[in-house]
């Protein structure tokens, strides 16, 4: 799945793959999916940054 999210006067945000989260579960640090757990925390606190730049994401 890819999203293209388009805001005024910023740039667009092309988000690819499988990366639907629960906005719950990543307040709470909840790592979700299977395989490496490193991988899988490094991408939830990538999430999380970005969700805190733009909260209105």
Known sequence: MSLLVRR????PLMMVGDLTYDAHLLQI??????GSRHRLREATAMINT???RDPGL
């Open 8 to 11: 005024p006067g910023r740039p």
């Open 29 to 34: 640090g909840h790592v979700p999916g299977v």
């Open 50 to 52: 970005m969700r805190q």
